[in-house]
């Protein structure tokens, strides 16, 4: 008969277990043993749970604890290369995009690459092209994600590499951008930014180890104790380069984050001849930190690209471009090859997340992963959900599919959306809180590097559905879809390790991980201000398996 051990460990102050199914569930106290909460209760129940010679960590008057936070979308290791190349986040004109390359430019070797991401047509005024960067790096190879990484600026010589001209069709889900004459103009849509992005040379295991260690750090400094990284844009077909810096990372034992890496389309045969499975470690991991993730695949593109997948087309505005076709979107990877991969990656034991933004990409993606819930331990996600019609709501409890969400997308898009997808932005966009009223899981993150890495501003945008960045006078965005700030801090603690299959992880009661977040009380007060003090917190202190990780 096995007995539950003594704690060696006592954390004493107002503390958010999350137990149950709503609200805080304050307690007085946890105890920790062997990096697991062995109670949580009074002060006195702790007590007697308690070791005799247990540590106390006493939170100050004015702090509380919640469980650690899991970005269940963090393109962790391009967020980490991002550190080093062109930011364009806050470019607003085509003159910043050119004197950032260009400085840019001058400090790289003249035969390497200049890589970069951030920038919006929508900010930057039209949209750029190769001509600017030839204003900016005569010659030079350029290539720059726009902000929400479905579309690629490339400079003249980066499209001669690609083989990139007048001549050049546009590939399936891929749109070429053209000008009246039909000739490209340096902007690439979807798969067509493959035809350049392959072309540039591919870092080191170490140069993603070296850039992953100091993101990481900082990722646990804000209270993120997990991620669910999708991956990036990759021709690899085996599990070499991202998840390889991963392994190293994990054998090492230098991994202080709990991470789930994904795999794409074209990595599943190699899954399948390593004869891995999500949820399944990833090599040597003394922490056990590291277990593979989901397939990831996309069905459409983006709001900013004019390329979600819609059931009715964009709004028009006097004087704007045509968008692909015709304002409905593009289809990354039709609705039947959906199906096929998520089948497939089924038969293997690997669970599937797709991207959807648009309606008819959610309803798609909602066809697709319906025949594989339950097939793992895994639950099937639908990644950004940006755009639902209301008969989809109700399908995801329905069908055990989880909607991914990242909130702080409102702060970024809400004006756009509304433009664009005019009065379906507040009546169907972000719809958090319609999905979480069927008892749907809803796990959130940020997405960066699309979006920064702190997700306090993302917790507090489900709940005001608007941002302090805003012109003042701005609406919040369809306020119904707003959440609770309890339920959006279990969407950011709860839900994302039970879609990953993990039931000892999220909340502060016995038989969990003691991952845990000190913060300054008023973060938690309600009601949630914009701008206020959720949307600036900062962890005073961060446990991981009941060890301090990070203090400030």
């Not at 009715?312 to 991969?341: D, K």
Request: aromatic share 4%; proline share 9%; hydrophobic share 45%.
């Amino acid at each position: 008969m096995s007995l539950t051990p003594r704690a060696t460990l006592v954390v004493r102050g107002r503390i958010a277990t999350l137990a149950g199914d709503d609200g805080p569930a304050w307690v007085d106290a946890i105890g920790v043993a062997d990096g697991r909460v062995v109670a949580a209760g009074s002060l006195d129940e702790v007590a007697a749970a308690a070791g005799p010679a247990a540590r106390v960590l006493q939170l100050r008057p004015d702090e509380a604890a919640v469980p650690g936070l899991t970005d269940s979308h963090l393109h962790l290791v391009e967020a980490a290369l991002a550190r080093s190349r062109v930011q364009l986040e806050d470019a607003d004109s085509i003159a910043v995009l050119v004197g950032r390359v260009r400085d840019h430019a001058e400090r790289a070797p003249a035969d390497a690459w200049v890589l970069g991401a951030g920038w919006d047509p929508d900010r930057l005024g039209r949209w750029p092209t190769a001509d600017d960067l030839e204003d900016a790096a005569p010659g030079r190879r350029v290539a720059l994600w726009a902000h929400d990484h479905h579309a690629l600026l490339a400079s003249r010589a980066a499209l001669g590499d690609g083989g990139v001209g007048e001549s050049t069709a546009d590939p399936a889900g891929g749109v070429i951008r053209r000008d009246e004459h039909g000739r490209p103009t340096g902007v690439l849509h979807e798969v067509a930014a493959r035809l350049v992005a392959r072309r540039i040379p591919p870092p080191t295991v170490e140069d993603l180890r070296g850039a992953m260690r100091p993101l990481i750090a900082e990722l646990v400094a804000l209270g993120v104790t997990a991620v669910h990284d999708p991956g990036g844009l990759s021709e690899q077909r085996d599990l070499t380069g991202p998840i390889d810096a991963y392994r190293a990372l994990a054998a090492a034992g230098e991994l202080s984050i709990r991470a789930h890496p994904c795999i794409r389309p074209e990595q599943l045969d190699a899954a399948e001849r390593e004869g891995i499975r999500s949820g399944q470690p990833l090599g040597p991991d003394p922490l056990d930190r590291l277990r593979l993730g989901w397939l990831k695949t996309f069905a459409d593109g983006s709001l900013g690209s004019r390329t979600a997948a819609l059931l009715e087309p964009l709004e028009r505005s006097a004087g704007e471009a045509e968008p692909p076709n015709g304002g409905y979107g593009v289809w990354l990877t039709p609705p039947r090859e959906l199906q096929a991969q998520a089948a497939r990656a089924a038969s293997l034991g690997i669970a599937t997340q797709i991207h959807g933004i648009g309606d008819a990409a959610v309803r798609a993606a909602l066809d697709a992963l319906a025949p594989t819930v339950g097939a793992t331990s895994l639950v099937p996600r639908i990644e950004h959900t940006q755009l639902v019609h209301p008969d989809d709501v109700p399908r995801f409890a329905a069908l055990g599919v989880a909607a991914s969400f990242q909130p702080v997308h409102v702060r970024s898009d809400a004006q756009k959306a509304r433009r664009l997808w005019g009065e379906r932005a507040d009546a169907s966009s972000y719809a958090l809180g319609a999905i979480a009223r069927t008892g749907a899981l809803i796990p959130t993150g940020t997405d960066a590097p699309v979006e920064p890495i702190d997700p306090w501003p993302g917790v507090a945008c489900a709940v005001t559905r608007a941002a302090p960045t805003w012109p003042s006078g701005t609406p919040p965005l369809g306020l119904p879809n707003a959440v609770s700030l309890w339920r959006s801090v279990r969407a950011a603690c709860v839900d994302p390790p039970l879609t990953a299959g993990e039931h000892d992880r999220g909340r502060l009661v016995p038989g969990h991980r003691a991952d845990l977040v000190v913060l300054p009380a008023g973060a938690l007060a309600e009601p949630v201000e914009v701008g206020g003090a959720l949307w600036h917190a900062r962890p005073r202190l961060v446990m991981l398996d009941g060890e301090v990780v990070a203090e400030a």
